[in-house]
Nanobody, 116 residues
Framework: QLRLVESGGASVKPGESLKLSCVAS????????LRWFRQAPGKERERVAE????????RYADSVKGRFIISRDNLKMTLYLQMNDLTPDDTAVYYC?????????WGRGTQVTVSA
């Protein structure tokens, strides 16, 4: 069983930056496609960014393109999300997600709040 634990969420002001981390245990991460999702109050869960297991290919939601950077360190079994120029619309619980074939795993989330 793969266990994912997010950290790094905080309350910040617009324009500031945060870096989220997601540490895995149980299995190595190298064979998993990894994603960050977020869910704001009253809204559906949204895929924010993803990074492919083999190619390292990355893809971002239009709402965060140019501001967020997803990366992974397989040796440290950690997924990251660097978030820059944050806005109130980025306020949400951020979840780490790992998928390999038909198996997928979620973390419990970390809260990011952006307000003046």
């Amino acid at each position: 069983q793969l266990r994912l634990v997010e950290s790094g969420g905080a309350s910040v002001k617009p324009g500031e930056s945060l870096k989220l981390s997601c540490v895995a245990s149980g299995f190595g991460l190298s064979n998993f496609d990894l994603r960050w999702f977020r869910q704001a109050p009253g809204k559906e869960r949204e895929r924010v960014a993803e990074i492919h297991s083999v190619t390292g290919y990355t893809r971002y939601a239009d709402s965060v393109k140019g501001r967020f950077i997803i990366s992974r360190d397989n040796l440290k079994m950690t997924l990251y999300l660097q978030m820059n120029d944050l806005t109130p619309d980025d306020t949400a619980v951020y979840y780490c997600h790992a998928k390999r074939y038909n198996s997928e795993y979620w973390g419990r989330g970390t809260q990011v709040t952006v307000s003046a």
